[in-house]
């Protein structure tokens, strides 16, 4: 399993639709669950990781705070352009606890992973760690 401490790995946010100085990208692949990414209020969210090579992605676990409805999307090239949807989720109400979804692929490469927060509980949500299974 690689984890949410990847960046030791070379893999790192490279594009979020908001940042918050307090709480920026980085901190969902820095695997400590005390820091996090936040959203600027508005929907859809997204970011995305990129991976220093292909990676086989067989699951992700994403612990979050108010997402609603998630889309995973891949692409296996280069350029961050081109993805392909790989699921769609939907997250069950936590209120005031953490939501710790684990969410089984179809095995396959990709060098980026985009995130889709498509709808939140709230205005704001939160992402503390995304974790993958290869």
């Known amino acids: 399993m690689i984890d949410s401490s990847f960046s030791s790995s070379g893999a790192k946010v ?3 639709s ?8 980085e901190n969902i692949v ?12 508005m929907f859809p969210q ?11 992605v067989s699951a992700v676990t994403v612990d979050s705070y108010n997402v609603k409805n998630l889309k995973i999307e891949k692409n296996a090239s280069q350029s961050a352009s ?3 949807s790989v699921t769609e989720k ?3 109400y ?3 606890h953490l939501q710790t979804n ?20 709230d205005h704001f949500v939160s992402v503390h760690k995304v974790s993958i299974k290869n």
């Open 102 to 121: 684990a969410i089984s692929l179809n095995p396959s490469s990709a060098i980026h992973l985009r995130f889709i927060i498509t709808s939140g509980y």
């Open 14 to 16: 490279v594009l979020a």
């Open 82 to 84: 081109q993805f392909e």
């Open 46 to 56: 997204e970011f995305i990781i990129r991976f220093n090579e292909p990676t086989t």
């Open 30 to 41: 820095d695997g400590n669950m005390s820091t996090f990414w936040m959203s600027t209020g």
């Open 18 to 25: 908001s940042s918050d100085e307090s709480h920026p990208p």
């Open 90 to 92: 939907e997250f069950e």
């Open 94 to 96: 936590t209120e005031g």
